[in-house]
């Protein structure tokens, strides 16, 4: 494990305490996307069901080029308990993360996040998942690794955080083997170890290039689930149809 391995960098001290904008932003729009999503009905050309129904991600879009459905995918949360879970650690985890690095990266660190562990979980399930719990277990990998070198890290991403993170991961396998909740797991998984490599190839200062493996592992298999999904009927479907040109118009019907 991390916590027996040397770390020839030494720790940086605390920052000074900041209020996380950028933390607090991801995790208003969380809560407003999952309250228009379950309050909206039926209701149609307003803002607020706008607001509901657009971080919804569909798999044929995003095999289509909607490839952003992924990063808005992340706001939208299946019910209270889920959305709950998921911002109380973005918000606890992010504000950390945040005051370190700051907020562009923060922000870039998000956004790819959210494109690899979407695109992983396409891949495994051939549809994309909702949440912010892959970006909140790549946070729990970057974290576990930095600790090492940011204090404020180390304070919050303790040996009992990091158990109860990946009890949590493999209990939501389990659950989800047994058909009692339904559970993005390869976002979780993927999350995980995108964190961890990226972490060991950023901040450690030894050993970078095998962390580079599964890291590039990672990305490729996102890459797979948005853009080449052999094994899939689904994704064979989409792209087996042709364009067909229609008379008197610019549009092409498929």
């Given at each position: 494990m991390p916590d027996n391995w040397d770390f020839t960098t030494p720790r940086l001290k605390q920052s000074e305490p900041q209020f996380p904008i950028l933390t607090g932003?991801?995790?208003?729009?969380?809560?407003l996307v999952t309250l228009a999503n379950?309050?909206?009905?039926?209701?149609?050309?307003?803002?607020?069901?706008?607001?509901?129904?657009?971080a919804q991600p569909y798999a044929v879009d995003i095999w289509s080029g909607k490839v952003w459905q992924l990063f808005t995918a992340i706001f939208l949360h299946s019910g209270w308990m889920h959305l709950l879970f998921d911002?109380?650690?973005?918000?606890?985890?992010?504000?950390?993360?945040?005051?370190?690095?700051?907020?562009?990266?923060?922000l870039a660190f998000v956004v790819v996040s959210a494109l690899v562990t979407g695109g992983c979980q396409m891949a495994w399930a051939g549809e994309p998942g909702i949440g912010l719990s892959g970006v909140v277990y790549a946070m729990v990998g970057l974290m576990w690794i930095g600790r090492m070198r940011y204090e404020t890290w180390g304070n919050i991403m303790t040996r009992q955080t990091i158990q109860l993170m990946v009890g949590w991961a493999l209990l939501c396998i389990v659950t989800t083997y047994f058909h009692i909740m339904a559970i993005a797991n390869s976002a979780h998984v993927s999350g995980l170890i995108f964190g961890l490599s990226l972490?060991?190839?950023?901040?450690?200062?030894?050993?970078?290039?095998?962390?580079?493996?599964?890291?590039?592992?990672?990305?490729?298999?996102?890459?797979?689930g948005v853009w080449w999904m052999p094994w899939s009927s689904d994704w064979k479907d989409v792209h087996s149809i042709e364009t067909v040109p229609v008379q008197g118009s610019n549009s092409h019907a498929k």
């Open positions: 932003l991801l995790c208003a729009v969380a809560v379950t309050t909206a009905g039926n209701e149609t050309g307003t803002f607020w069901s706008a607001l509901g129904s657009f911002v109380y650690w973005l918000y606890i985890l992010g504000s950390m993360i945040e005051k370190e690095i700051g907020q562009i990266k923060l972490s060991w190839i950023w901040l450690a200062p030894r050993k970078r290039w095998i962390w580079a493996v599964p890291l590039a592992a990672t990305l490729i298999i996102a890459g797979m």
